[in-house]
């Protein structure tokens, strides 16, 4: 495969982010960047793809993306949650890796900002990750082929592996390790 590449691009503007940010988000768009980097496919080939993150989180976000592409860890897409026109559950659905998307967390009592809203959070194989939400189900749907955490499979995320190592060695914490409902997807600046 050729070499890992990673290009950086922002300021952002709102016309960079039309459906995944509104006025009122707790960051606005010149806070973000949008990096187009290397990935491996499931296919084993190279792929380029593109994730909004906080522009204080880019020198990282690169560093674990290279950490997987050297890897040769799979991951199935990795579109702007724009492409969804800001849908969390089609990205999902889509099996779609991200990062930005201005939406509340998934959680109960008043509503707060997932991390996701600040950039400062990414979700990786969204379907070999699932959020497992109590009392819910899973989400995405197809999620649920891999609820079972014990049969290690192909781009998925767990104790030990090097998607959890990777993001961890950039001081990043894992939803995977939510006692209440795991989020296997997720991966964030504090672990929330």
Same mark, same amino acid.
């Not at 290279?66 to 999902?92: C, K, N, Q, T």
């Given at each position: &495969?050729?070499a890992?590449? +990673?290009?950086? %691009?922002?300021?952002?503007?709102?016309?960079?982010?039309?459906? @995944?940010?509104?006025?009122?988000?707790?960051?606005?768009? =010149?806070?973000? /960047? +949008?990096? /187009?980097?290397?990935?491996?496919?499931?296919?084993? /080939?190279?792929?380029?793809?593109?994730?909004?993150?906080?522009?204080?989180?880019?020198?990282?976000?690169?560093?674990?993306? %290279?950490?997987?592409?050297?890897? /040769? *860890?799979?991951?199935?897409? &990795?579109?702007?949650v724009?492409? *969804?026109? =800001? %849908?969390?559950?089609?990205? &999902?659905?889509?099996?779609?890796?991200? !990062?930005?998307?201005?939406r509340?967390?998934?959680?109960?009592?008043?509503?707060?900002?997932?991390?996701?809203?600040?950039?400062?959070?990414?979700?990786?194989?969204?379907?070999?990750?699932?959020?497992?939400?109590?009392?819910?189900?899973?989400?995405?749907?197809? !999620?649920?082929?891999?609820?079972?955490?014990?049969?290690?499979?192909?781009? &998925?995320?767990?104790? =030990?592996?090097?998607?959890?190592?990777? *993001?961890? @060695?950039?001081?990043? !914490?894992?939803?995977?390790n939510?006692?209440?409902?795991?989020?296997?997807?997720?991966?964030?600046?504090?672990?929330?």
């Amino acid at each position: &495969m050729p070499a890992f590449s +990673a290009t950086v %691009s922002g300021p952002l503007t709102p016309g960079d982010v039309p459906f @995944s940010w509104r006025p009122g988000c707790p960051v606005p768009p =010149g806070e973000l /960047r +949008a990096i /187009r980097l290397s990935y491996a496919g499931f296919d084993g /080939r190279a792929h380029t793809g593109e994730i909004i993150v906080n522009a204080s989180v880019v020198r990282q976000v690169i560093e674990v993306f %290279s950490i997987l592409y050297r890897a /040769r *860890f799979p991951i199935s897409r &990795m579109e702007p949650v724009d492409v *969804f026109h =800001g %849908s969390d559950p089609r990205s &999902m659905a889509a099996d779609n890796t991200s !990062g930005f998307n201005c939406r509340y967390a998934v959680t109960s009592g008043p509503p707060q900002w997932s991390m996701h809203a600040y950039g400062l959070a990414i979700d990786v194989n969204t379907i070999q990750n699932p959020y497992i939400e109590l009392g819910s189900g899973v989400q995405p749907p197809a !999620g649920a082929a891999y609820v079972d955490r014990s049969d290690i499979r192909p781009g &998925m995320a767990y104790p =030990g592996g090097i998607l959890v190592s990777a *993001f961890s @060695s950039v001081g990043w !914490g894992w939803g995977g390790n939510w006692a209440d409902s795991p989020d296997y997807q997720h991966f964030s600046v504090n672990g929330r």
